[in-house]
């Protein structure tokens, strides 16, 4: 029996002075609000985020439990947490049609830790629930194989299509699985075209939140046959601190920008060194160049991730460290990375269907 003076509109009208901070919207407004039931003083409820990577996730509870403690007569507050990943609008006739956001990670250079955040952001897209796959398009050089290498590898099946391989939660395809060991890549950019398509439209990839693309360093050829054949969400640049490899990704966002695929942020990797032995710290590279960067083209800077031997390590062991090491100061600084990317997607697909459904 609902008690007598407490009604789902005073619960309501109470939980709207709860703001979402990127959206910039009440969470009753949003839709949010699931699920609610009143029984004597007690008053539960589902707060359903855009993402199960949300970084506010804890505050936004308790601001709801506090906003329906505030209500006459409630004498308990009961908050479930729950998420939908909303997807950007696309064309009926668009691939993927059960993947809902792709994300290119992308940089200007080699060696500037492109494919271990990547891999990482996979990972703690995974570990927070959400479902994800994670494609290796550096066909020349793939390297996730090898820092995913704890799980199932890839297979073709009798019908040609591939079967993606599994590990830590995550859905892996990488032309490493297909050509083991150091057996070289020796193709012409009409093979590589083709072999992207494939990874892309012949993996039985099932439905996702979100498709991780590592891209090779650079522009070229699969970048264009990337955006040519799916929607892209949206891209992320990888740089080091320094003004050379900043410079030179500063290609890679200019060639976004250029194929309409929208950035998502920029990641400063490499940007301090963790002493594995006293945990000091020091700025090797220098220390906030890709900020400062971000700031000048009004994009969102995603965060800095330290030189740390520990990722390292847990990459070599087939193990991303937001999962072999989630409370060190590197894993740590992944998950952040990784939320501040969710909030950016979510950001950005609410954002979109909101303005279709005012054009509709």
Known sequence: MTQVGIAEAQVLDALRSVMDPDLHKDIVSLGFIRNMKIEG???SFDVNLTTPACPVKDRLRE???QAVLAVPGVTDARVNMTAEVRRPPAPSTAALQNVKNIVAVGSGKGGVGK???AANIAASLARSGARVGLLDADI???SIPIMMR?????EPRADNVIEPGDAHGVKVMSMGYLTPGDQPLIWRGPMAHKAVQQSLLGVNWGELDYLIVDLPPGTGDVHLTLVQTVPVTGGVIVSTPQDVGLQISMKTLRMF???KVPILGIVENMSYYVCPHCGGSDDLFGHGGAEEAAKAMGVP????????PAIRKASDEGTPVVIAEPGSKSGQAMADVTGALARQVSIRAFRNVTLSIVEE
């Open 41 to 43: 003083g007690v008053v």
């Open 63 to 65: 601001q709801s439990r």
């Open 115 to 117: 494919s271990t955040v």
């Open 140 to 142: 020349y050089g793939p």
């Open 150 to 154: 704890s799980g199932r590898p890839a």
């Open 257 to 259: 920008q250029q194929t």
């Open 301 to 308: 800077f995603l965060g800095s991730i330290p030189l740390d």
